[in-house]
Nanobody, 120 residues
Framework: QVQLVESGGGLVQAGGSLRLSCVPSGRAFSHYAMAWFRQAPGKEREFVGF?????????YADSVKGRFTISRDSIKNNKIYLQMNNLRPEETAVYYC????????????WGQGTQVTVSS
């Protein structure tokens, strides 16, 4: 079984930065893309951005463009990062890493999430 493991969450003041990491655990898998989502208490899960594994191109939600960056460590270890700058209190949420395997029509591998709290 494959699972993703997120880390790097914590408490930061508004305007500060955090870098989240995500690495698969378990058996190896071929994935088309890896993404970050977030969910604040009482709110719907929200797309943050994703990275296409082939080529490394990225796309982001409008709300985070210019502030958040998704990158990968290396093709070999499948590790990705979410660099978050100029964080806002309303971005307090649990951040989840998800992956879409080759041929899948939806994000089908996910982790337990990591809490990010932005104080005002």
């Amino acid at each position: 079984q494959v699972q993703l493991v997120e880390s790097g969450g914590g408490l930061v003041q508004a305007g500060g930065s955090l870098r989240l990491s995500c690495v698969p655990s378990g058996r190896a898998f071929s994935h088309y893309a890896m993404a970050w989502f977030r969910q604040a208490p009482g709110k719907e899960r929200e797309f943050v951005g994703f990275l296409r594994w082939s080529g490394g191109s990225t796309e982001y939600a409008d709300s985070v463009k210019g502030r958040f960056t998704i990158s990968r460590d290396s093709i070999k270890n499948n590790k990705i990062y979410l660099q978050m700058n100029n964080l806002r209190p309303e971005e307090t949420a649990v951040y989840y890493c998800e992956a879409k395997t080759v041929g899948a029509t939806s994000w089908n591998i996910w982790g337990q999430g990591t809490q990010v709290t932005v104080s005002s």
